[in-house]
């Protein structure tokens, strides 16, 4: 049979597809404007948690390389895995020339590390003992801004910083006598020096106030007898220079003596969580995208089986099921398009509020970390085009069953009760 | 003369050299099964040729509108032919099928069946945007027959803002404008007035007579049966009687 093909233009219907599929989404205001709500809900929600993880991981990573860690460590070989004083870098003059000179690392802070017995009148505490620059650490760590009652360390004789609660358990204040005891290097002979409380800090953070004291650094490798430090924590130019293993200092400051590590391999723990962390927007859209996948089918669903007899007309009158099934796409696009630009509004909203005013977590402590600081959102343009997309793309992939199902209808059992 | 128009007078050249329009063979449809198996219709022999008026009648459940539906290729029968032009409905595609009814049959349906989001004028003219027609002779055809109809000014008013008889009138127009070779229509004045009723078959009669378009009503109304030129007569799904009137 010849079929009048020849006159038949599909660019020419898609006008009146493209009307009857915008008109019809409006024909039940209440149910698609709840449809809308329900899909630009999920989006806040997604956009929401991606803005949170982002800020989070920002605040996590900020507050565990800015109180005390450094972005990058420099080390003697093999003491990390020892704690082994006797392994302690000896040719400090040339390397902190080195690292001086080094562009990337915008300032550096040289420590000696042991651990004491620190004594009082009225009790005894074991302890992790630094000696630092009191200048140099000022500008890598945050122990200046953490103190609490006394002074920071100003280079004179006998000064120790103790951590908060470590000074409640030896039940000192400022200006009480302190003995610390240290085992020296190069034999283990130990080593007592009398001590000023001068200052008590707190970063916060429990096993720091729990158990660290700083000293001089002078004061430090007089006590332990070294010529050398054990630690030299690095504040990098830019935090993205710690994943960046093709930066030349990364070379330069790792051989067969000097072992350099980037924060992600000092604390692999939090590494990881953060690695984790990231995957809780994959999994918060996976479910909501399911939800709005499930919701959409069920409203596409009520509207066909609505208009099932206007359905069978449009068939019964030449209408070709493709173009039916287009016309349902064509709905749950511009559904789509309506919840989108509701949802990033309302995400803008609620996204902007949350990087000016934080969230308080404060005192959360998690993977050892204690977040002393509000987690401020960050908003990506990227997340906010993609998620809108990934959205767009989800309502109209919602929409193909319902939309196959009303193609297939026989216009018939469509209409029913009349011709 | 423009493609479309072309295409519109060659097809009713077709169904003009051949006769016959509408043939079934040995029609069944039946709907369950076992127990609950209802026979709609049963082994219907008929044949209609260009330009009859029509009408086929009986009872509530008499099979009226399955042999519309399957006449129109709204529904597929359980067994037997439906030949229109020759040619077998059942052998054609979905698409096919659609192009079929868009080109050659117009409905009208007993409960108007507009679609409500359409403008009378829009639903008067979506059949030919699907056939591409263009905007200008698309506008000409509207202007024409909603005078015919006697629609005029109510170009814009949605089916909701119109009469039962106006929506009726809408709905012939729209079977009409694309100048199909057939219209099946299923108790058209069933839900319209007498005055109305008349107004409008007395319109279909013209346009029958005028245009030679192929009229099958199936109805119970007495003033149909007056001006048909043919009866059928259905009872339980079966063909009983078939009576023509000069």
Redesign the interface.
Known sequence: MKINNASYDENKTTGIVVRLANRSIFRNTRRTLLTVLLISCSLVAILFTDAFVRGMVSTMVKISTQTFLGEAQVHQQGFRATNDIDLYIEDTHTLFSKIAETEAIQAYAPRVISGAMTSSSDNVAAAIIYGVDSDKEAQVSKLKQAMVDGQYLSGKESEILLGQRLAELLEVSLGDRLVVTVSQAHGGDLSQALFRVSGIFSFNERNMDNGMAFINLSQAQELLSINGVHEIALRLQNLNQADDKTLLFWQALNNEKLETLAWQDLVPQLSSMLAMTEYSTLIVSTILYVLVCLGLINTMFMSIFERQTEFGILLAIGTRPKQLFIQILLEGFFIGLLSIVLGVILAFIVCYWGSITGIDYTDLEMTGLTLNEPIYLILDTMSFIKMAFATLLVTILACIYPAVHAAKLQPSFAMRKTL | MN??AQ??TQ?RD?LVNSTTVIETKMLCRHFGQGDTLVNALTDANLTINKGEFTTIIGPSGSGK?TL??LI?G???PTSGEVLL?N?HISQ?T???L??????HIG?I???Y??????SAK?NIE??M?????SAQERAKRVSAIMHDVGLEGLENRRPAQLSGGQQQRVAVA?AMVSEPSII???EPTANLDSKTGIELLDMMKTLNEEQKMTFVF?THDPKIMERAKRIIRLEDGCIVDDECFS
Request: a negative charge; aromatic letters at 8%.
């Open positions: 493609n479309i295409n519109n097809k077709v509108s519309l539906q129109g709204l529904d597929t032009d040619k054609m979905g698409t096919e659609s192009d079929f009814r868009r080109d409905f349906f007993q409960a069946n507009l679609i409500p989001v359409l829009e979506y059949i945007l699907l056939q591409g027609i729209r099946l229509a299923d199936s």
